[in-house]
């Protein structure tokens, strides 16, 4: 997604479409070169989203907490006024609630391809670099 379009975009992950990257970290780093708030929606529990970031190191401008993604969604458009919001999500569901709530939607195939992310199995930091994992990072 290098180039083109509004750099004045709040930009939101689905959990699911997150695992999906290979670098998860990496990809959230580009995403914050062109996008002005970036975080990530899921129907999970808080530590679940917690966890997944922590351990990918991901920086996150918000995050859904204990509410579900229609509502996540909602406030995050209410709180983050942008020309633009994207939802990038990994199916048909979330492609409907995009539209339910207002959102643009891409699938992560999509998104993947665009901005040149790798698919696959994430990997870890800490096993790209081959260290312990870290208890410390934030």
């Known amino acids: 997604m290098q180039g083109g379009g509004s750099s004045d975009m709040t930009l939101a992950f689905e959990?699911?479409?997150l695992?999906?990257?290979r670098r998860p970290d990496e990809v959230f780093s580009d995403a914050r070169s062109w996008s002005e708030y970036v975080g990530v929606?899921?129907?999970k529990p808080t530590y679940v989203v917690t966890n997944f970031t922590?351990?990918?190191r991901i920086r996150q401008d918000f995050?859904?907490?204990p509410r579900g993604k229609v509502e996540s969604l909602e406030n995050v458009k209410r709180q983050f006024d942008t020309d633009r919001h994207v939802f990038i999500g990994a199916g048909d569901e979330?492609?409907?609630?995009?539209?339910?709530?207002g959102w643009e939607y891409l699938g992560i195939e999509q998104a993947a391809e665009a901005a040149e992310w790798e698919l696959g199995d994430p990997e870890t930091v800490t096993e790209r670099?081959?260290?312990e994992e870290r208890d410390d990072w934030p």
């Open 19 to 21: 695992k999906r990257l």
């Open 63 to 65: 995050f859904s907490g």
């Open 129 to 131: 670099e081959g260290g």
């Open 15 to 17: 959990l699911e479409s």
């Open 94 to 101: 979330d492609a409907d609630i995009a539209d339910e709530v």
């Open 54 to 56: 922590r351990k990918n």
């Open 41 to 43: 929606v899921s129907d």
